[in-house]
């Protein structure tokens, strides 16, 4: 198992046929089909932003109609949210990785997980569907009474795709929660764990409490346009503001689904290419479940200017301020691992660096949004839409890219060209920064969000986004270039390129085979014990 | 705790782990249902008055009678889950026909009452029709009369039918229930089921009766 040679019976050479990947149910292959799936939806998700970017090159609008532009940005939102960031790292690497690194054959419900697959792709259908007949205006949040009386859409139509995608990811969610819980190898102890699986079971957690809220409001959204039921209709004594309170008690702790799962691949590449354990691996395990636990009392934060009480508002941002708190001790706790480490500059890591650096902003704006005076300034402004774009795209996307070159060898066997990948890496970092940066300036100088037209005034900032878009979009198309070459052309990985600790890289080759490992291994130390002694954390 | 991987394949982890997912997605539904109750709350909060006067309109005789057939229901489905643990085949299906058969009843009554709202003109959207003062809040009692009830009544037909796929299988010899854990599993869903209509008989029942 030393050499780099690729074994011949791996996962990749079951069987070949169309049938054997749609019938598999191969934990590690519904990864690769969740994989290109989201990999899809990402690529659909991106031209919507192509094209509104375009459209906001010059103050008047004059690319779009007004009506086009609203489904544009709603399409982006829908597509990115539910069809892209929610799956991406869980569904994608949690499947091919979580019973790979606690030592398992596969999931707890193999043929539940090739079902949660299949309830997606026919979610994203009705969506696409939705999209092709003619689109949807309400914006990716749906609020009522806009979305249940007055728009003219095909809300129903988009409200079933999410409610059937929202399936899918209550299925993985459930199925990593009871594999963790019942299916890690001997001697892995909760507290020997590695972070990435400390993440997905948290993320698990938030994906099983709130995403049944979420379906029963878009649900309720659905019933009163099919059939007059009006619990969000004011005229029959309805509260729209109902919606509001239910969709971010899902929508508020689904960042979190978005950005626990890539903190989780941060904390495994700051481990290895600093060659060091995590310090403080505890408080970084239970700040994710910190995260998700405080995660779901502060949705109060979105609805500040929505004549939500002031009393309630005092307490939803006391308590954004407390839910900082643990995500604060994961960023200390990575930045103190660097010290004294030997650090490795691969590419993961750069995306690693990404992330810590731009969630902090990220983090450190959602602070200012919290605050509730200065909330009133900047609400549903460009200062709300770059916040969450760093936390999207500059922390949960570079969690993703991260995962994507770190484990790419493990799933493939081949390894990418270094140049390349870390050119992208950069041209990423910098088109990021100038596409989402200028958003803070046009926000706090007061352009709200949602308009195709805008005042002559901000257009150098929204020209400097647009150029910064073209960069990151750059940036998203090298990758796919080189590793399709790798498929073909990259040399074999070996089980272990980077030298790093865990069952998935210690204990199987790459690609793996089909049950994963020649017999179930025993596990004897902690997690991340690149220094060899077996000291307790 | 550790369970090892060499338990992974003896009956006791597989029975332990089937549950545990059958927990997990009862939790799911709780908060599925969870999100219409904290609504109902919301409203009822807002007008209690007027939700008492229309639950007034509600047949009480009928509800009761549908409670206690469910309530016996989850009794014969409790027999059926301890015959397949000791794998007494004839018992087992027995109580599943049973349990099926009040499902049945339960829906039928259930349906005769829909069908009362309907003659009486009391199904919210275009042909709601109420002579009393607070038509508004009237209909958004019968809004979540309807979405509440009609959710429960959607998770009891797909209860029958998984209990009647489970009957078919064990009558044609193609399962033995006592090597598994889907009768139990189905027990505690169609148990769940029927605790959420405990709470949703009073509250939408019986909160006229104290006026
Ligand atoms: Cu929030």
Request: with cysteine; charged share 10%; proline share 5%.
């Amino acid at each position: 198992m030393t050499a780099a040679v690729e074994p011949k019976d791996n996962y990749l050479t079951a069987g070949f046929s169309l049938k054997s990947w749609l019938t598999t149910t191969d934990h590690k292959r519904i990864g690769v089909l969740y994989l290109l799936s989201i990999t899809f939806f990402f690529l659909v998700g991106g031209l919507a932003a192509v094209l509104f970017r375009l459209e906001l090159l010059t103050p008047p609008g004059d690319l779009v109609s007004a009506d086009s532009y609203n489904k544009l940005f709603t399409l982006h939102g829908i597509v990115m949210v539910f069809l892209f960031l929610i799956p991406s790292v869980p569904a994608a690497f949690g499947n091919f990785l979580v019973p790979l690194m606690i030592g398992a054959k596969d999931l707890a419900f193999p043929k539940l997980n090739l079902a949660s697959w299949y309830v997606f792709v026919l979610g994203g259908l009705f969506a696409l569907w939705a999209l092709l007949t003619g689109g949807v205006d309400t914006g990716w949040t749906f609020y009522t009474p806009y979305s249940s009386t007055y728009s003219n859409t095909y809300v129903s139509l988009m409200a079933i795709g999410i409610f059937i995608a929202g399936f899918s990811s209550i299925f993985t969610g459930l199925n990593f929660i009871v594999t963790i819980h019942k299916m890690r190898a001997p001697g892995l102890t909760w507290f020997r764990l590695p972070l990435f699986i400390w993440a997905h079971y948290a993320t698990s957690l938030i994906i099983v409490l709130g995403t049944p809220v979420l379906a029963v409001a878009i649900l309720l959204v659905g019933v009163e346009r099919l059939f007059g039921i009006g619990i969000f209709n004011p005229a029959i004594g309805g509260d729209p503001l109902l919606f509001q309170h239910l969709f971010w008690f899902y929508s508020h702790p689904a960042v979190y689904i978005m950005i626990l799962p890539s903190m989780g691949v941060v904390s495994e590449i700051v481990a290895c290419f600093s060659r060091k354990r995590i310090f403080g691996y505890k408080f970084v395990a239970i700040a994710s479940l910190a995260i998700a636990v405080y995660g779901f009392l502060v949705w109060g934060h979105h609805m500040f200017v929505s004549s939500q009480s002031v009393y309630a508002g005092l307490i939803f941002s006391f308590l954004s301020f407390f839910v900082a708190v643990p995500s604060a001790v994961k960023v200390f706790n990575w930045t103190a691992t660097l010290y004294k480490g030997s650090i490795a500059f691969d590419t993961p890591m750069l995306y690693a660096f990404g992330f810590i650096g731009l969630f902090t902003i990220g983090g450190l704006t959602g602070l200012f949004l919290a605050t509730l005076g200065l909330d009133v300034h900047v609400h549903d402004t460009y200062f709300v839409i770059a916040h969450f774009h760093y936390i999207m795209v500059g922390g949960a996307i570079m969690g993703y890219l991260g995962a994507l070159h770190f484990w790419w060898p493990k799933m493939t066997g081949r390894m990418y060209t270094e140049g390349w990948s870390k050119f992208s890496a950069l041209i990423i970092f910098i088109g990021f920064n100038l596409t989402f940066f200028p958003q803070f300036i046009l926000g706090y100088l007061g352009m709200p969000r949602r308009y195709h037209a805008y005042s002559p005034e901000f257009q150098v900032y929204n020209v400097l986004s647009t150029a910064g878009a073209s960069i990151l979009g750059a940036g998203y198309v090298i990758p796919i270039i080189y590793l399709l070459w790798s498929l073909f052309r990259g040399k074999p990985a070996g089980p272990n390129p980077w030298g790093a600790k865990g069952l998935e890289w210690e204990k199987t080759s790459s690609p793996p085979p089909v049950h994963n490992f020649a017999e179930i291994p025993t596990v004897t130390e902690e997690a991340y014990n690149y220094s060899g002694t077996n000291e307790q954390g | 705790m550790t369970e090892t991987s060499a338990h992974q394949e003896d009956m006791s982890w597989q029975r332990e782990t089937s549950l545990l997912g059958v927990w997990v997605f009862l939790l799911t539904e709780v908060l599925f249902f969870g999100g219409l109750f904290t609504g109902y709350a919301v409203y009822r909060s807002g007008y209690p008055d007027i939700f008492s006067e229309a639950s007034r309109h509600l047949n009480v005789l009928l509800g009761t009678v549908n409670t206690a057939v469910l309530l016996t229901s989850s009794l014969t489905m409790a027999f059926a889950v301890a015959s397949a643990q000791e794998g007494k085949r004839r018992p087992l299906l027995i109580y599943l026909f049973l349990t099926i058969a009040l499902g049945l009843v339960f829906l039928g009554i259930k349906s005769t009452e829909y069908h009362h709202k309907f003659v009486e003109k009391l199904i919210p959207g275009a042909h709601f029709s109420y002579s009393g003062l607070s038509t508004r809040e009237v209909q958004l009692f019968f809004s979540f009369y309807f979405v509440m009830t009609g959710l429960h009544a959607l998770h009891m037909i797909a209860g029958i039918g998984v209990l009647a796929v489970l009957a078919f299988l064990v009558w044609r010899k193609k399962l033995d229930p006592s090597r598994n854990a889907l009768v139990e599993g189905t027990g505690l869903y169609w148990h769940f089921v029927d605790v959420v209509w405990i709470f949703l008989f009073p509250l939408f029942y019986l909160i006229g009766l104290r006026a």
